[in-house]
């Protein structure tokens, strides 16, 4: 125990060198994970001692920061407020956002390109637990300046936990990023595929109390990523939502009531908990504020041609994706466990699925 003890005391003051000297979360998380995986740092694991659960050999590929309470250093920088587009005609174009909102330079921004060989590894991370996806709750579509937010009302919002963080996170509002054609859309990409549509659920963490408050916090943000996927018919969700964009665009309204709707009607299935890819990453529209906890899941919302169409009746918005963001050394987790290169040779699942 004594040993242990030590090493536990060497890896706090190396965690407190890291994280006090203002570098990046990415950079110091991926600096801790490299020194976890050594094997002096296996050797001294001890299943009894809880504080040292990052030991594991089996979990060294985990974010060991999910068990640790200390928050890095961490700069909000978003009280910016200058005017920003995709297309650099009503304000600063993706690749100027960080002469307006600087974090939008930094080094762990979103979207990426998610580097990934084949999907079929097992998770060690503990699997997310889902709270209310199911049951249905009033929902409504609102055209905001950036994009259009499907939101629930009710007293019980969906909320996930579990996964590489201890906390649980809130949904406050669901939007989509789509292209003006089918080949393009999509914020992130597989293997360099982008899909022809993204939908993001936005989540605060709820020990903050509302979005406002967690969205300047370092451990504030998570949000989880669905593809859109052309198919013969829409899920029941987005059978509404695309009805939902034909009324706004008819009526030239600037929201929508969608009646009854839940997480799963969108979605199509039950979301599964343990087959995901996770990265530390960022907003991807100005402030691009690093605090966001991404989750992007690979099986794709089913939507029909009409449906998807409908998303660019807004012209306004359409082709509203960030292009893909550097890596910088960030670590994608596969499924869990299984960290892989950016430089790796893969092949492209993607292109091989559709
Ligand atoms: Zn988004």
Redesign the pocket.
């Known amino acids: 125990m004594r040993k242990i003890s030590i090493f536990y005391v060497l890896a706090l003051i190396f965690e407190y060198l890291n994280f006090s000297d203002n570098i990046g979360v990415a950079q110091a998380y991926s600096a801790r994970n490299k020194f976890l995986r050594t094997e002096e740092a296996n050797r001294f694991y001890n299943p009894s001692n809880r504080d040292l659960t990052f030991f594991n050999p089996s979990n060294r590929n985990l974010p060991a920061y999910i068990s640790i309470n200390s928050v890095p250093a961490y700069h909000d920088r978003t009280d910016n407020k200058q005017p920003w587009d995709y297309t650099g005609t009503k304000g600063l174009a993706p690749s100027d956002w960080k002469y307006g909102y600087p974090a939008c330079g930094d080094s762990s921004q979103s979207p990426i390109d998610i580097p990934i060989d084949n999907w079929p590894f097992e998770s060690y991370a503990p699997p997310l637990s889902f709270n209310n996806i199911s049951p249905q709750l009033p929902s409504s579509l609102k055209k905001e300046e950036h994009n259009i937010n499907l939101v629930f009302s009710g007293d019980s919002a969906p909320s996930v936990s579990g996964g590489y963080f201890n906390e649980t996170y809130e949904m406050v509002q669901l939007?989509f990023?789509w292209g003006s054609d089918n080949t393009r859309g999509s914020?992130h990409r597989v293997n360099g595929f982008e899909y022809p549509g993204e939908a993001?659920l936005v989540h605060y963490n709820k020990k903050y109390g509302n979005f406002d408050t967690a969205k300047s916090q370092a451990d504030g943000l998570l949000v989880l990523g669905f593809f859109l996927q052309l198919n013969a018919y829409s899920t029941i969700g987005m059978m509404k939502i695309g009805a939902g964009l034909r009324t706004m665009a008819d009526q030239g309204s600037s929201s929508v009531n969608l009646g009854s709707l839940s997480f799963v009607d969108i979605l199509g299935y039950l979301p599964n908990e343990s087959r995901y890819v996770f990265y530390q990453g960022s907003l991807?529209?100005p402030g691009c504020t690093e605090n966001v906890k991404w989750h992007v899941f690979p099986e794709p919302i089913k939507v029909v041609q009409r449906d998807l169409s409908a998303f660019r009746d807004f012209t306004s918005f359409t082709d509203n994706n960030r292009p893909v963001q550097p890596l910088n050394g960030r670590e994608v987790m596969v499924n869990g466990i299984n960290s892989v290169s950016v430089n790796a040779g893969f092949k492209s699942l993607a292109q091989a699925k559709h």
């Open positions: 939007h990023h914020e993001h991807t529209t």
